[in-house]
């Protein structure tokens, strides 16, 4: 008689991997934080991507202080295996996003490993994209969502992820390129990467050296990777790690403005930080900053404290900045 499945993977408890390859992913999940919200911006689901079953939430300030707003995706993170538009934290920032910034957010879920492995988080990321084309294209004729017609500018959108998702943005950068052409008439005019979750089987400084962190450690990060990328293959993989072994030189693409924001105390600061300088050297339209004393996800999860008031500057400024390139 065999012995019973039992656990070989075990994410944070809410993602567990057994033996016989079975995966149980819990939906009752004790979360740290509540939703924060001060009633300045309402939302709504819409769903874009029906083969998938895939919904979006969109969010707008409450009384918005201008006659078109500029639009800002949000791609949550959870190293491609947790997380979603619904998380508490998620929410909260988004809500926080669109009143500060006065901006309409369209944050989608994606596809999550190890039940679906990437790319298909970064094939469900521009499809969430394409379905913005799509909706751009239909409102000239008066289709399409009420909330994405005469009050939002199809001509200033710019994609902001968190970890995972700072990830997905930096592979939507390369495959729009700058201004986004083939996405015309949206246009795509820069990038934010909270963090973005990079891989490498090389360890950096603050990888083998750094404390870990409240939320985050190196077997965490790990085992994200073992979980999401291709079978058989390492945290070098191309969707991992952009300046790995078998990745693509990123020296003659044209690329989007990039703001890169991270915690100084994080785990993976020095890799994102020769990612940044990486860019720089070659010439790309980047900007790297670091706010001290912080860990991994400091603005998700707190989106209204004085810290996250900096980050929203560090946005707008970006997002002012490149409105008119």
């Not at 689901?45 to 939430?57: A, E, I, S, V, Y």
């Not at 996800?297 to 989106?303: E, I, K, T």
């Amino acid at each position: 008689m065999g012995s019973l499945p039992h656990v070989v993977e075990d994410c944070l408890g809410i993602v567990q991997v057994y033996s016989d390859g079975s995966i149980l992913r819990s939906e009752d999940i004790n979360f740290p934080m509540e939703v924060q919200d001060d009633g300045s911006a309402v939302w709504k689901d819409c769903l874009f991507d029906k083969k998938h079953n895939l919904h979006l939430r969109l969010y707008k300030p409450r009384s918005p202080s201008a006659a078109k707003l500029p639009i800002l995706y949000f791609f949550h993170g959870g190293g491609f295996c947790v997380g979603s538009r619904t998380w508490p934290n998620c929410h909260s920032c988004c809500l926080r996003l669109a009143s500060a910034l006065q901006v309409l957010v369209v944050a989608p879920d994606y596809r999550l490993a190890p039940e679906h492995r990437l790319p298909a988080a970064l094939d469900d990321a521009l499809t969430a994209v394409k379905w913005l084309q799509n909706q751009a294209l239909i409102s000239k004729s008066g289709g399409g969502d009420e909330w994405l017609g005469d009050g939002v500018d199809f001509d200033r959108v710019f994609i902001l992820g968190d970890s995972s998702g700072g990830n997905l943005a930096h592979h939507l950068a390369v495959e729009l390129r700058r201004g986004s052409p083939d996405l015309a008439p949206v246009r795509v005019r820069g990038y934010v990467l909270m963090a973005p979750f990079f891989g490498g089987t090389v360890r950096t400084k603050s990888e083998a050296e750094g404390p870990p962190e409240q939320f985050l450690n190196l077997e965490i990060l790990d085992r994200f990777w073992r979980l999401s990328v291709p079978i058989g293959n390492s945290a070098d993989h191309p969707l991992a790690n952009p300046f790995g072994p078998s990745s693509p030189s990123l020296e003659s693409i044209e690329l989007g403005p990039i703001l890169v924001l991270v915690g100084g105390n994080e785990v993976m600061k020095d890799r994102i930080e020769d990612y940044s300088k990486r860019l720089k050297e070659m010439g790309k339209d980047m900007e790297y900053v670091v706010f001290q004393h912080h860990q991994h996800g400091f603005f998700v999860n707190q989106p209204f404290s004085q810290v996250a008031n900096y980050v929203l500057q560090k946005i707008n400024q970006f997002i002012y900045k490149n409105s008119s390139l």
